[in-house]
Nanobody, 123 residues
């Protein structure tokens, strides 16, 4: 599975961005898709994940109510809508896929990773 993330950029605090992650193969049945982020000097952290069907989602407390993860299986694409952005959301955002049987926020369980897209929020 190859993943291609896009949509990052520079935005003012309070603004919005939508990230996209296109997969090279169908991820509908087997893969939970996740978004993670990493800031300089920090470990990669979980942001959100979505089940193969799209019926189940989970978010980090820091983004709950502001970010929404969704997927379009017909397009093999996962999205992360980010609203009310804050300076502390500045990071490189990565999409990832896992076929681990138990839904997980542990990045070590994700076998496939995109290249990352930079989000910069100016205050």
């Amino acid at each position: 599975v190859q993943l291609q993330a896009s949509g990052g950029g520079l935005v003012q605090a309070g603004g919005s961005l939508r990230l996209s992650c296109a997969a090279s193969v169908s991820t509908r049945r087997s893969y939970v898709m996740g978004w993670f982020r990493q800031s300089p000097g920090k470990e990669r952290e979980f942001v959100a994940r979505i089940s193969g069907s799209g019926a189940s989602t989970s978010y980090a407390d820091s983004v709950k109510g502001r970010f929404t993860i969704s997927r379009d299986n017909a397009k093999n694409t996962v999205y992360l809508q980010m609203n009310s952005l804050k300076a502390e959301d500045t990071a490189v955002y990565y999409c990832a896929a896992t076929d681990f049987s138990v839904p997980t926020s542990d990045p070590t369980r994700y076998a496939y990773w995109g290249q990352g897209t930079l989000v910069t929020v100016s205050s």
